[in-house]
């Protein structure tokens, strides 16, 4: 079992994904007139596991 630290690369990889895993902002499903509504990099922790390839 590894029990080492988050290197700096996988530690920005995590902090970027949480980032594009966040809901589509509203004024953006208004501009559009609902065309777009779903944010499609949702992602759910449980669900849809991450591929990181970084070590």
Known sequence: ???T?????KKKMLGSR???SRRMPV???LR???RLQMNRFRRDWRH???DLKVD
């Open 48 to 50: 849809n596991k991450l």
């Open 5 to 9: 630290k988050k290197s700096a690369e």
């Open 18 to 20: 949480l980032k594009r």
């Open 1 to 3: 079992m590894n029990m």
């Open 32 to 34: 559009t007139h609902r």
């Open 27 to 29: 004024l953006a499903v």
